[in-house]
Nanobody, 125 residues
Framework: QVQLVESGGGLVQAGGSLRLSCAAS????????MGWFRQAPGKEREFVAG????????DYTDSVKGRFTISKNNAKITVYLQMDSLTPDDTAVYYC??????????????????WGQGTQVTVSS
């Protein structure tokens, strides 16, 4: 079992920034890839960004490239999502998730075994 706890959400004006954190605990040695997803009301959960623990390779969905940065701290077993130039379209509940699977399409929520409880991000216009 792996436990994930997100933090850092909140209310911010358009153009502002937030940094989300996802702290992992439990059997973290089995974790290969960490992903951030978001889900807005009435919409499907979508992949935002992801990172591999071993070499730091990152992935981003097109809509956040150049604005969001995912990073990790192996010693703290924590992954961060720095979100800059936020727009109202970024409003959603943000979730982190982890999987032990390799060579997968990590944009698919079904590839992940463990999820955090989510943190709300609201961007006002």
């Amino acid at each position: 079992q792996v436990q994930l706890v997100e933090s850092g959400g909140g209310l911010v004006q358009a153009g502002g920034s937030l940094r989300l954190s996802c702290a992992a605990s439990g059997r973290t040695s089995s974790s290969y890839y960490m992903g951030w997803f978001r889900q807005a009301p009435g919409k499907e959960r979508e992949f935002v960004a992801g990172i591999r623990w071993n070499d730091g390779t990152t992935d981003y969905t097109d809509s956040v490239k150049g604005r969001f940065t995912i990073s990790k701290n192996n010693a703290k077993i924590t992954v961060y999502l720095q979100m800059d130039s936020l727009t109202p379209d970024d409003t959603a509940v943000y979730y982190c998730a982890t999987t032990s699977r390799t060579y997968r399409d990590y944009s698919r929520p079904n590839e992940y075994a463990y999820w955090g409880q989510g943190t709300q991000v609201t961007v006002s216009s």
